[in-house]
C-alpha cells in the first residue's frame, strides 16, 4: 500500500481544512487508516484511526475530539480527516499511516509523506 497525503494549508485559528489520504495498492477496505501528527520540536503523535468494515470505529486523540472527524470512502481508496475549530496547537506536519486489521499486530507499516497544517492566532 502506498499512501499520499494531501490538503494541508495555513489557516487562521477557528478555520477548517480537509486532509486527504489517498491509497494504491490492493484490499485498501480492509486496513486501518489513521493519521498521525507531529509539531516542531516534538514527538509524533496519534490523532485518529478509522477501521475497516461497514459501521467502522473511529478513535480520536483527548485534544481533537468534537473538532476532528476522520472518515474514509473505499471506493475512492482514500481517507480523510476534517479538521474544525482549529487551534494554533494543531500546527504540524500530518502523516496519515495504515496497516491491516488483525488484533494481533498494530503496528503501523504504510506510511505516507506529511502535509502541513499551519494555524495562525
Known amino acids: 500500500v502506498q499512501l499520499q497525503a494531501s490538503g494541508g494549508g495555513v489557516v487562521q485559528a477557528g478555520g477548517s481544512l480537509r486532509l486527504s489520504c489517498a491509497a494504491s495498492?490492493?484490499?485498501?477496505?480492509?486496513?486501518?487508516i489513521a493519521w498521525f501528527r507531529q509539531a516542531p520540536g516534538k514527538g509524533r503523535e496519534f490523532v485518529a484511526a478509522?477501521?475497516?468494515?461497514?459501521?467502522?470505529?473511529?478513535y480520536y486523540t483527548d485534544s481533537t475530539k468534537g473538532r476532528f472527524t476522520i472518515s474514509r470512502d473505499n471506493a475512492k481508496n482514500t481517507g480523510y480527516l476534517q479538521m474544525n475549530n482549529l487551534k494554533p496547537e494543531d500546527t504540524a506536519v500530518y502523516y496519515c499511516?495504515?496497516?491491516?486489521?488483525?488484533?494481533?499486530?498494530?503496528?503501523?507499516?504504510?506510511w505516507g509523506q506529511g502535509t502541513q497544517v499551519t494555524v495562525s492566532s
Open positions: 499511516a495504515a496497516r491491516v486489521d488483525v488484533d494481533y499486530d498494530f503496528e503501523y507499516k504504510y
Open positions: 478509522i477501521y475497516s468494515g461497514t459501521d467502522p470505529s473511529t
Open positions: 495498492g490492493r484490499d485498501f477496505s480492509t486496513y486501518v
